[in-house]
């Protein structure tokens, strides 16, 4: 019943070093989105794509880039890592009536 | 502004007290309100979508209503399993696509 994926559940990372977080929907959905997820803030929205190699900023883009080559494929892609991009990272897909979230990556930026 | 804000932050229940958490919004543009339950260190876990005033839906012990300006998350009989992070959310057209705006969430505990 897993609907979508996250490539790493923890991941520890050194200031400077380039971080690539993928994600994978097998619902054949149009809409994914990249969030991070810090106490107090709530969720905050990187990047979102709504087709294939097509792909839109969200509130918080600095310092992040993202591919989608493919429907189901959306990587999120840390440029130069720093410790302020420490935080949990939150994939989801979105269908016509529904948004399913991946389990998440926890990321430390040491 | 776009706005989802929900309260109270964080609820203390004892088991079988029936409670309500309350979304409200400045959001325009509404495609849908739709609201999560997350476990700490977890992806949220959708629960419902809600599209018009006076749509309601249910699951189980919970319930969600939505009038022109929020939602409220009713639940009804709480057993300690209740107990996470409920999330709301608005989905708004902006542009050729479609964007969310998250509330802070509730945070629920349920005392046996």
């Known amino acids: 019943d897993v609907k979508v994926t996250q490539s790493s559940r923890y991941l520890v990372k050194r200031t400077g070093e380039k971080v690539f977080l993928e994600c994978v929907q097998d619902?054949?959905?149009?809409?994914m989105f990249w969030y991070r997820q810090d106490p107090g803030l709530g969720l905050r929205l990187i990047y979102f794509s709504y087709d294939v190699k097509m792909k839109e900023k969200g509130d918080i883009p600095e310092g992040y880039s993202v591919s989608r080559e493919k429907k189901e494929r959306f990587s999120l892609i840390l440029e130069s890592a720093s410790t302020n991009q420490t935080s949990m990272y939150l994939c989801?897909?979105?269908?016509?009536?529904?948004?399913?979230f991946g389990p998440g990556t926890r990321l430390t930026v040491t | 502004e776009d706005q989802v804000t929900q309260s109270p932050e964080a609820l203390r229940l004892q088991e079988g007290e029936s409670s309500s958490l309350n979304c409200s919004y400045t959001v325009s543009g509404l495609r849908g309100l739709f609201w999560y339950r997350q476990d700490p260190g977890k992806g949220p876990e959708f629960l419902f979508t809600l599209y018009s005033a006076g749509e309601e839906k249910e699951k189980e012990r919970l319930k969600a209503t939505l009038t022109k300006k929020e939602s409220f998350l009713h639940i009804t009989a709480p057993k300690p399993e209740d107990s996470a992070t409920y999330l709301c959310a608005v989905q708004a057209s902006r542009g050729t696509g479609n964007q969310f705006y998250f509330g802070t969430g509730t945070s629920l505990t349920v005392i046996p």
């Open positions: 989801a897909s979105t269908g016509r009536y529904e948004q399913y």
């Open positions: 619902m054949d959905h149009e809409n």
